[in-house]
């Protein structure tokens, strides 16, 4: 099982953002998929969650108008889109993929950095 994001890097206050997660190794259409994010010295937190067949997503109430989450089955690819960035936005951010009881898989997570 992989999960490896990609996109993440430097970006002004007020910027953009795409990030990437292809999946390998389980039956993506079947799995929850969501992104999370962990600034220093802070707990990981939910940014947003997107359903198996991508009909039903959430997100944290900070990111919510700003950021897009959305999934391609065909591609067993997952995204972000985060616009109207903000410095403390800052954090590594990771790929999440849940199944149904136990199953749960976590990338290696990408760094993004929000700073003029």
């Known amino acids: 099982v992989q999960l490896v994001e990609s996109g993440g890097g430097l970006v002004q206050p007020g910027g953009s953002l795409r990030l990437s997660c292809a999946a390998s190794g389980f039956t993506f259409s079947n799995y929850v998929m969501s992104w999370y994010r962990q600034a220093l010295g802070k707990e990981r937190e939910l940014v947003a969650a997107?359903?198996?067949?991508?009909?039903?997503?959430r997100y944290a109430d900070s990111m919510k108008g700003r950021f897009t989450i959305s999934r391609d089955n065909a591609k067993n690819t997952v995204y972000l889109q985060m616009n109207s960035m903000k410095p403390e936005d800052r954090a590594v951010y990771y790929c999440n993929a849940k199944g149904v009881g136990l199953y749960e898989y976590w990338g290696q997570g990408t760094q993004v950095t929000v700073s003029s």
């Open positions: 997107l359903s198996s067949a991508g009909g039903s997503s």
